[in-house]
């Protein structure tokens, strides 16, 4: 919004009075002209102001930046002979990082009390500018810590502190206009941290924690918390026996016979819908020589994370994407302007090396699979091959029902290529979302430094977001590796190309879908579909019959003849999450009939062996998410 008061000047705090927007959860904070400023800063009219709620990401970032500043005021009071590092702002919440403090979750009761009281105290964040480093050190020359941050900053550059209260911090700001605004205040966790990711530094002591600016959205971010505890997809995937992992390959999944299943059906979904889209698919090797990797820029910018070898006195790096494989397959072969477009799709396996402290279950991991594609055109085709793509990603998330948007990211600060063509390359992404129709954000400066990109943000089952496809234009890779076509004119060309994942990595992709079902997978990739459960020992050659019946017509079948009881047989397989039970008595061995019970508790009795296939057998060519046999006729 542009200003248009009386006076030339104004505050951003009478501006938000002004405006009325002055409820805890309206107007935690504000740029002019782009840039972040504090309430207290004066506005010129004509200036352009936006100011920016709770439920805004620059909103959340800056009333949890301020709320770390309340966490560790109440630290220094209750413990004053620790010492603050940093506390920033994170996705869910922030932390904050001490030294010599002996800390523990029973502490917790007595911080957030004196949390309370320093919000009810109100302090208005006020910034402090330093006129060099200096002045600076001397103001917090009893923290080594902060020290050692001030050293480190360039020369000149602006460096600025915040008081409330009694508590002062370095810190670039902004904050909220006053502690008044939050009304709920809770810590989470705490856990040992080392001071700047070094393991050769000193141990710190992290607390995490959130807040909101009611005590309603306190409450339900705790009920989410829970409900993702439940789902967490380290725990239901060793529970359900799908995964481990191990101090020998650090980060690296050991994916068990159960989890095969579900990775295989992934897969061939996947498979499937690609054959229909018309993607041919390649596989390249693993690990490829030093040049390859100097052609594409990633040995001298991507270098320490690469896993490296020798081999006859030549160096080698094992892939942490796939991409100048892909370029090699391409050059195997002239292309012509009728190859285009070339869809060329693989499942690679890659190796990235990541910091111990960062690994995190199938999210984050050092060895994983890209569902990767690169899209070889020209440029008169680039909107159609986007919408293709959209259209490719619409029918896979819908299978999952996954909801998702979409973001459009615009040139970085730091790029390569000229202004015709990123001009022209993001105005072909942006005219594919319009065309697609769907509202999409603008992530500008964003982009990848060859290109614009377009990312795809899913939504799971909780309403958490989870950024996993992605599109990106690419004219540097076809130019370092001389990538060329013959045009219609007869001419040799450089090819566009798409750089394009969906799943993103599998692994990453299955713990999603793992936390989204709960375990609860849909029959067609569940790990165990059926289970036929004999009552007793007479009944186990029909329960045979039963189960290779089954199995013959495509569908996954566990037997239990154990000496069991019934009750313990079905709790078991309702433990491991199996989507249909069939049991074997003597009425069922009479009729030759089965007794279905669903996962979720329906009985059928007296049911046909061919009716049950039938329908099943329905319900995984449909891939349909919830049993056929609950729905209501």
């Known amino acids: 919004m542009q200003t248009s008061n009386e006076s030339s000047k104004i505050s951003i705090?009478?501006?938000?009075?002004?405006?009325?927007?002055?409820?805890?959860?309206?107007?935690?904070?504000?740029?002019?002209?782009?840039?972040?400023?504090?309430?207290?800063?004066?506005?010129?009219?004509?200036?352009?102001?936006?100011?920016?709620?709770?439920?805004?990401?620059?909103g959340k970032e800056?009333?949890?930046?301020?709320?770390?500043?309340?966490?560790?005021?109440?630290?220094?009071?209750?413990?004053?002979?620790?010492?603050?590092?940093?506390?920033?702002?994170?996705?869910?919440?922030?932390?904050?990082?001490?030294?010599?403090?002996?800390?523990?979750?029973?502490?917790?009761?007595?911080?957030?009390?004196?949390?309370?009281?320093?919000?009810?105290?109100?302090?208005?964040?006020?910034?402090?500018?330093?006129?060099?480093?200096?002045?600076?050190?001397?103001?917090?020359?009893?923290?080594?810590?902060?020290?050692?941050?001030?050293?480190?900053?360039?020369?000149?550059?602006?460096?600025?502190?915040?008081?409330?209260?009694?508590?002062?911090?370095?810190?670039?700001?902004?904050?909220?206009?006053?502690?008044?605004?939050?009304?709920?205040?809770?810590?989470?966790?705490?856990?040992?941290?080392?001071?700047?990711?070094?393991?050769?530094?000193?141990?710190?002591?992290?607390?995490?924690g959130v807040s909101f600016p009611s005590r309603e959205m306190m409450k339900?971010?705790?009920?989410?918390?829970?409900?993702?505890?439940?789902?967490?997809?380290?725990?239901?995937g060793t529970k359900l026996d799908l995964f481990s992992f191990h101090d020998v390959a650090a980060g690296m999944v050991f994916m068990h016979p159960k989890g095969m299943r579900v990775w295989n059906h992934l897969i061939d979904?996947?498979?499937?819908?690609?054959?229909?889209?018309?993607?041919?698919?390649?596989?390249?090797?693993?690990?490829?020589?030093?040049?390859?990797?100097?052609?594409?820029?990633?040995?001298?910018?991507?270098?320490?994370?690469?896993?490296?070898?020798?081999?006859?006195?030549?160096?080698?790096?094992?892939?942490?994407?796939?991409?100048?494989?892909?370029?090699?397959?391409?050059?195997?072969?002239?292309?012509?302007?009728?190859?285009?477009?070339?869809?060329?799709?693989?499942?690679?396996?890659?190796?990235?090396?990541?910091?111990?402290?960062?690994?995190?279950?199938?999210?984050?991991?050092?060895?994983?699979?890209?569902?990767?594609?690169?899209?070889?055109?020209?440029?008169?085709?680039i909107k159609d091959e986007i919408l293709a793509i959209l259209r490719l990603v619409e029918g896979i998330y819908h299978t999952f029902s996954l909801s998702y948007h979409l973001e459009l990211s615009t040139r970085p600060e730091k790029s390569i290529g000229t202004d015709e063509e990123w001009e022209i390359t993001t105005g072909a992404l942006r005219e594919a979302l319009d065309e697609w129709g769907q509202p999409y954000v603008i992530n500008e400066g964003d982009g990848a430094f060859y290109g614009p990109k377009i990312d795809m943000h899913i939504k799971d089952a909780i309403g958490r977001t989870w950024q996993c496809g992605t599109i990106q234009l690419d004219s540097s890779l076809p130019e370092k590796f001389e990538l060329e076509y013959t045009d219609s004119d007869g001419q040799i060309k450089r090819p566009i190309m798409l750089h394009r994942a969906l799943f993103g990595s599998i692994e990453r992709f299955l713990g999603i879908l793992i936390e989204h079902y709960v375990g609860r997978f849909p029959l067609w990739m569940s790990p165990v579909q059926v289970r036929v459960v004999s009552v007793a020992d007479r009944h186990a050659d029909f329960a045979k019959k039963v189960q290779e019946k089954i199995q013959a017509?495509?569908?996954?079948?566990s037997l239990d003849t154990s000496s069991e009881s019934v009750g313990k047989k079905i709790r078991n397989a309702q433990t491991e999450q199996v989507n249909y039970m069939l049991t074997i008595g003597d009425q069922e061995v009479e009729?030759?009939?089965?007794?279905?019970?669903?996962?979720?508790?329906?009985?059928?009795?007296?049911?046909?062996?061919?009716?049950?296939?039938?329908?099943?057998?329905?319900?995984?060519?449909?891939?349909?998410?919830?049993?056929y046999f609950e729905e209501d006729k």
Not at 220 to 236: C, F, G, S, Y
Not at 289 to 297: C, I, K, N, V
Not at 309 to 335: F, L, Q
């Open 62 to 208: 800056v009333f949890w930046h301020t709320s770390a500043h309340v966490l560790a005021q109440a630290i220094m009071r209750l413990y004053p002979e620790a010492q603050a590092t940093i506390g920033p702002p994170i996705e869910n919440g922030f932390y904050y990082d001490f030294a010599n403090l002996e800390f523990s979750e029973s502490d917790f009761k007595k911080v957030e009390a004196e949390a309370a009281k320093i919000v009810k105290e109100n302090f208005r964040p006020e910034k402090v500018v330093f006129k060099d480093k200096q002045e600076a050190i001397e103001a917090f020359g009893d923290n080594p810590y902060k020290v050692e941050l001030i050293e480190s900053f360039d020369e000149g550059s602006l460096l600025t502190g915040y008081r409330q209260g009694e508590f002062f911090d370095l810190c670039r700001g902004p904050h909220i206009a006053n502690l008044g605004k939050i009304k709920a205040f809770k810590l989470l966790k705490t856990s040992c941290a080392y001071w700047r990711g070094d393991p050769e530094r000193g141990m710190l002591t992290r607390i995490y």
């Open 220 to 236: 339900e971010h705790l009920h989410r918390l829970e409900e993702a505890k439940k789902r967490d997809h380290r725990r239901v």
């Open 13 to 58: 705090n009478e501006l938000v009075r002004e405006l009325g927007k002055t409820a805890p959860h309206e107007a935690v904070t504000a740029t002019v002209e782009g840039k972040g400023v504090d309430f207290t800063d004066m506005v010129t009219r004509g200036e352009d102001v936006e100011l920016f709620d709770f439920d805004t990401p620059l």
């Open 269 to 381: 979904f996947w498979k499937e819908r690609h054959t229909e889209a018309g993607y041919v698919e390649i596989k390249t090797p693993i690990m490829l020589a030093q040049e390859l990797w100097e052609t594409s820029g990633h040995w001298d910018h991507y270098r320490e994370n690469m896993y490296t070898s020798e081999v006859e006195k030549r160096d080698y790096a094992i892939k942490p994407m796939n991409c100048p494989g892909g370029m090699v397959w391409y050059k195997t072969n002239r292309h012509s302007y009728r190859d285009f477009p070339l869809r060329v799709a693989e499942l690679g396996h890659v190796h990235r090396y990541e910091k111990s402290g960062s690994l995190n279950g199938l999210f984050r991991v050092r060895s994983f699979h890209q569902d990767d594609a690169h899209i070889f055109m020209r440029e008169d085709q």
């Open 553 to 557: 017509n495509g569908l996954d079948c």
């Open 591 to 627: 009729k030759e009939q089965v007794a279905l019970r669903t996962r979720n508790g329906k009985v059928i009795a007296d049911l046909q062996l061919e009716q049950f296939i039938e329908t099943a057998k329905k319900e995984m060519s449909d891939r349909a998410e919830h049993s």
